[in-house]
């Protein structure tokens, strides 16, 4: 196989790792700080692919031809992630990666959240679940917060140990991909809760009061408006 194929496949890695950047799909898989690495392995997959193909021009000029050798385990090792890239569906973590874990009242409600006040820089109507989350597990109090107006984004899930009229608002924290994501969320009182699939993404409006699940007393979301909404451009949430 020779220099020509290997620049190729190099080259179309590039341009893979470019259009998921592209097209936004990159926040699926990692953390916005290494977003700028990902382009510079774009840049540099490129120019390393351009650099075989002229230097293999170059050879076969003075010499009549290459022996620049790629191995089918090498271009294999190239193509695999992209073969994979387009035949999956680029889906950010959801429900389903909820269900497969051991997911417990405390990684659900702080475990995720960090021990920093660094997040907690947004006004109080621009707070997010981390936000929340955060101030909740720093006052200790379920009633701390009560009657405060709370507006959130994120996907909703409910398993065994939710009361029918119960859902949980959630989101995956990151620090640096999806491999590393935890699960946090806000208990979310309505009483259409049994209509929301899991997955489904959602704006919810309302205020805090103390209330309890699976036995725990901890604060929770009382709805007075939940609004279909698309998958955000930034599905995970980043402690820092």
């Known amino acids: 196989m020779n220099a020509n194929v290997k620049a190729v496949a190099l080259i179309l890695m590039g341009l893979f790792l ?3 950047f592209f097209n936004g799909n ?51 090792l190239v193509a ?4 994979l890239g387009l035949l999956v569906p680029p889906r950010p973590l959801g429900a389903a990666a909820l269900t497969n874990r051991d997911v417990s009242v405390e990684s659900l ?23 929340w989350v955060i101030d909740f597990r720093q006052a200790g109090d379920p009633a701390a917060f009560t009657g ?14 939710f009361a029918a009229d119960q859902f949980m608002v959630a989101r995956f924290v990151v620090s640096c ?7 946090l969320g806000l208990i ?15 704006e919810v409006a309302g205020h805090i009061e103390p209330g309890r699940f699976a036995g725990e007393a901890m604060p929770v ?16 949430l980043y402690p820092y």
């Not at 409600?109 to 936000?131: C, H, M, Q, Y």
């Not at 979310?188 to 959602?202: G, H, K």
Request: glycine share 6%.
């Open 221 to 236: 979301l009382i709805a007075d408006s939940i609004t279909p909404t698309d998958i955000p451009e930034r599905p995970y």
């Open 109 to 131: 409600t702080s475990a995720a959240a960090p021990e920093s006040n660094n997040v907690l820089a947004r006004p109080k109507g621009e707070r997010n679940i981390l936000d």
């Open 18 to 20: 470019y259009s998921r």
């Open 188 to 202: 979310v009182q309505w009483p259409d809760s049994q209509t929301l699939t899991d997955d489904q993404w959602v």
């Open 177 to 183: 991909c999806a491999a590393d994501a935890a699960p």
């Open 26 to 76: 990159l926040f699926y898989y990692i953390s916005e700080r290494f977003v700028w690495l990902t382009i510079l392995a774009s840049v540099a997959f490129i120019i390393v692919g351009l650099s075989y193909r002229i230097g293999s021009r170059h050879q076969h000029d003075h010499e009549g031809h290459s022996h620049d050798q790629f191995s089918w385990g090498g271009l294999a």
């Open 148 to 161: 405060e107006e709370a507006r959130v984004i994120g996907f909703a899930y409910r398993d065994e140990r």
């Open 80 to 83: 695999l992630p992209i073969v």
